[in-house]
């Protein structure tokens, strides 16, 4: 069993934290905002999801999860922390780091002591912004070093609205973005009780599947509308078409409901920050801008 700190409670720091829990673990949610902390310590959710009133019932009852709007009193208590704070897109389409590196910085904060801590980000993230702007946070928080007194690493989470509970405990795969051995050993451990294939790479390689497959789903939903028109023209019912479609295994039959176009909080600002990547490195992502 771990001793974990999940910062940040809303839709996904809320799900992690649940079911770290119920998967045996010790779990301390952190989070700003106090209402939403009182309203957890009476069991009662302030996102609406499947399932989630009776697991958070659950996990309350087994002792092993707590709620806080302190991060000292999370950190205090816990061997490594899961950022999960909202990346919303800034002005320019870049996604805005801001409460990433607040976060960073009060597990800083709350760390100095340690002699060794984990810092985890779950949220969405470009490519080098783990080992950079959050570690770079920590050590000038902490006064610690990195790969000494503390280890990063990013493990983006692919949970489904509506079905977050299921997507936890029954994940496709778990990606763990290590930035040394002794965090992915550590990450690897904490997620043992699920099955489901574990991949160990490179953060910033971690950071990268996360955006290229919200683009990806994006621009298969878009391509699914496109057939769409061109069906109805034909006189051609596409759901029949998709379903033959979908039965090829290179191709798969999901996300191929033509209709309304892709939405939600993800996937539109997801494709804004990876053009502007794309635009910061010198690179024309001229599929990606073409779903935009």
Same mark, same amino acid.
């Given at each position: 069993?771990?001793?974990?700190?999940?910062?940040?409670?809303?839709?996904?720091?809320?799900?992690?934290?649940?079911?770290?829990?119920?998967?045996?673990?010790?779990?301390?949610?952190?989070?700003?905002?106090?209402?939403?902390?009182?309203?957890?310590?009476?069991?009662?959710?302030?996102?609406?999801?499947?399932?989630?009133? /009776?697991?958070?019932?659950?996990?309350?009852?087994?002792?092993?999860?707590?709620?806080?709007?302190?991060?000292?009193?999370?950190?205090? /208590?816990?061997?490594?922390?899961?950022?999960?704070?909202?990346?919303?897109?800034?002005?320019?389409?870049?996604?805005?780091?801001?409460? %990433?590196?607040?976060?960073?910085?009060?597990?800083?904060?709350?760390?100095?002591?340690?002699?060794?801590?984990?810092?985890?980000?779950?949220?969405?993230?470009?490519?080098?912004?783990?080992?950079?702007?959050?570690?770079?946070?920590?050590? /000038?928080?902490?006064?610690?070093?990195?790969?000494?007194?503390?280890?990063?690493?990013?493990?983006?989470?692919?949970?489904?609205?509506?079905?977050?509970?299921?997507?936890?405990?029954?994940?496709?795969?778990? @990606?763990?973005?290590?930035?040394?051995?002794?965090?992915?050993?550590?990450?690897?451990?904490?997620?043992?009780?699920?099955?489901?294939?574990?991949?160990?790479?490179?953060?910033?390689?971690?950071?990268?599947?996360?955006? %290229?497959?919200?683009?990806?789903?994006?621009?298969?939903?878009?391509?699914?509308?496109? %057939?769409?028109?061109?069906?109805?023209?034909?006189?051609?019912?596409?759901?029949?078409?998709?379903?033959?479609?979908?039965?090829?295994?290179?191709?798969?039959?999901?996300?191929?409901?033509?209709?309304?176009?892709?939405?939600?909080?993800?996937?539109?600002?997801?494709?804004?920050?990876?053009?502007?990547?794309?635009?910061?490195?010198? @690179?024309?992502?001229? %599929?990606?801008?073409?779903?935009?």
């Amino acid at each position: 069993m771990a001793s974990l700190a999940v910062v940040g409670l809303g839709y996904v720091g809320l799900i992690h934290a649940v079911g770290f829990t119920l998967i045996g673990h010790r779990v301390a949610g952190y989070d700003v905002n106090r209402a939403v902390v009182e309203s957890l310590r009476r069991g009662k959710p302030h996102i609406h999801e499947p399932g989630l009133d /009776e697991a958070l019932r659950k996990a309350l009852e087994s002792g092993r999860l707590k709620f806080t709007d302190s991060p000292e009193d999370a950190v205090a /208590e816990s061997e490594a922390a899961f950022i999960a704070v909202g990346t919303p897109s800034a002005p320019d389409g870049s996604a805005d780091l801001s409460q %990433v590196e607040a976060a960073a910085r009060a597990v800083g904060r709350s760390m100095r002591g340690k002699r060794w801590y984990l810092v985890v980000v779950k949220s969405t993230v470009p490519p080098g912004t783990t080992e950079g702007l959050v570690a770079r946070a920590i050590a /000038e928080e902490s006064g610690a070093e990195l790969g000494a007194g503390f280890s990063v690493a990013s493990n983006p989470e692919f949970l489904r609205e509506g079905a977050a509970l299921e997507d936890f405990f029954r994940p496709d795969r778990i @990606v763990i973005g290590a930035g040394d051995e002794r965090a992915a050993s550590f990450l690897l451990e904490v997620y043992r009780p699920i099955e489901a294939p574990k991949i160990v790479m490179r953060p910033r390689e971690a950071e990268l599947v996360k955006y %290229v497959s919200n683009v990806f789903l994006a621009l298969k939903i878009s391509f699914a509308n496109e %057939v769409g028109l061109l069906a109805k023209r034909l006189g051609v019912d596409t759901y029949r078409v998709f379903e033959a479609v979908g039965l090829d295994r290179r191709i798969g039959p999901h996300y191929f409901g033509a209709g309304l176009g892709f939405g939600g909080s993800c996937f539109p600002k997801d494709l804004r920050a990876y053009i502007r990547l794309g635009e910061r490195l010198g @690179v024309d992502l001229r %599929v990606a801008k073409a779903n935009y």
